[in-house]
């Protein structure tokens, strides 16, 4: 079975003395469970595993159940810890404020019991975490597979990659494209709207949300207003309700719009924003050609190029805490500029032999990036770049 980094982390930061709960977030079908399941056999800590998936989500007092179990467990085996995962637990309502409690009562009792919390709604996760978990708990954050690891695991082209994603329970289905669909629509899509959003957010109009990511995934990698976006959804109202949707959809791991860069706050939110997805799976599903016919057609394969380009640049910056923009004036153009801090890389994505860098030019002129980047033929290859440590660029 293949492991992912992550694992080598969770299962340092399990084996630790008792220090601080530890959170692992990430979008669904990433592998936050399976790489948990994998720690948990490896170590030698006694550990209870729940799901709270078909708990009533109104149902406060299981939490602290489980946490019961777990001191029982610590008792009977003798041990000087335990380990508590719970999984999916931002479905459970006001659970931050039960695990502040539990927590804060075995501290101030000496008992060992560890806290391994795990969720796919990163909106959920984060605001409980904010109101109530403040000096208590440390994020490991988990993203999409990159393409080292779906090569690595599935044995997956460059190409592949660009056009499929990086979801790994679909990897054996790209054969038959349909039952590909059908995954990540259903198993994905479907399953992060319905479940993650919609039971845990009121929403007036359901319908125009998934409007709403149907159409930012097709404009992966373009900069469109969202006053042309309202005139393409039906019953949408206004500019400020399709942000909010934005806003729910990428905190949920789905598809963002990236703002444009500038030194200037309140330019950066005014900006018209760049749809990107977080997985290209989620732009090519809704393209009306298999993976061969995009490749034959040079434009629509170069809008997928960026596309995954852009993807994996989105998971980097979730996964690191990193700020990712683009730019443009006029004619002038950078397709992404990486932010750490005060230092920026600026990052222009060619998927031909197209030499044309001027934007890149005048962007380093202005901003004075720490360093500019080319991907594609005219600079660093795709596949080279996909498979580098982002933060080695600063």
């Not at 979008?27 to 595993?49: A, E, F, H």
């Not at 029982?72 to 695990?99: M, N, P, T």
């Not at 490749?295 to 170069?302: E, I, N, P, S, V």
Request: aromatic share 10%; with cysteine; proline share 2%.
């Amino acid at each position: 079975m293949f492991i992912r980094e992550e694992y080598k982390k969770i299962k340092r930061r399990l084996e630790e003395p008792r220090k601080f709960i530890q959170v692992v977030m990430g979008p669904r079908q990433v592998g936050k469970s399976t790489v948990v399941k994998q720690v948990l056999k490896d170590i030698s800590i006694p550990y209870l595993l729940f799901l709270a998936d078909d708990v009533p989500a109104t149902n406060r007092s299981w939490i602290s159940d489980c946490w019961d179990q777990a001191r029982v467990l610590l008792k009977a085996k003798g041990a000087g810890e335990v380990i508590l995962v719970i999984d999916e637990i931002q479905k459970i309502q006001g659970w931050s404020e039960v695990v502040k409690k539990e927590w804060d009562m075995d501290s101030y009792d000496d008992v060992a019991v560890k806290v391994l919390l795990l969720g796919s709604s990163r909106v959920l996760l984060e605001k409980g975490l904010a109101d109530s978990m403040a000096g208590r708990y440390e994020e490991i954050r988990m993203g999409h597979w990159s393409f080292t690891e779906m090569r690595e695991a599935f044995g997956w082209t460059l190409e592949q990659y660009l056009f499929y994603g990086g979801y790994p329970g679909s990897a054996l289905l790209i054969d038959e494209e349909d039952r590909w669909n059908d995954y990540i629509l259903s198993s994905i899509v479907d399953a992060t709207i319905n479940k993650d959003i919609l039971q845990n957010t009121v929403i007036t109009k359901p319908a125009v949300l998934k409007q709403t990511f149907e159409l930012a995934s097709a404009y992966s990698g373009e900069i469109v207003s969202l006053t042309k976006m309202l005139g393409q959804l039906q019953d949408a109202k206004n500019t400020t309700t399709l942000s909010g949707y934005l806003n729910l959809l990428q905190q949920s791991g789905l598809v963002g719009g990236l703002q444009k860069y500038s030194i200037d706050m309140a330019r950066k939110r005014a900006s018209v924003p760049k749809y990107q997805v977080f997985n290209n799976a989620l732009k090519t599903v809704f393209l009306n050609t298999d993976f061969h016919g995009a490749m034959m057609d040079r434009k629509l394969w170069g809008r997928v190029y960026e596309s995954a380009i852009g993807s994996y640049l989105m998971n980097e910056a979730f996964r690191r805490r990193l700020s990712l923009y683009y730019w443009r004036e006029g004619s002038d153009e950078v397709d992404f500029v990486l932010q750490k801090k005060g230092e920026i890389i600026a990052i222009e994505v060619k998927s031909n032999s197209e030499q044309d860098t001027h934007g890149l030019h005048v962007f380093q002129e202005k901003f004075h990036p720490k360093r500019s980047v080319i991907v594609g033929r005219a600079g660093i290859p795709a596949e080279t770049f996909l498979s580098m440590d982002v933060e080695e660029l600063f």
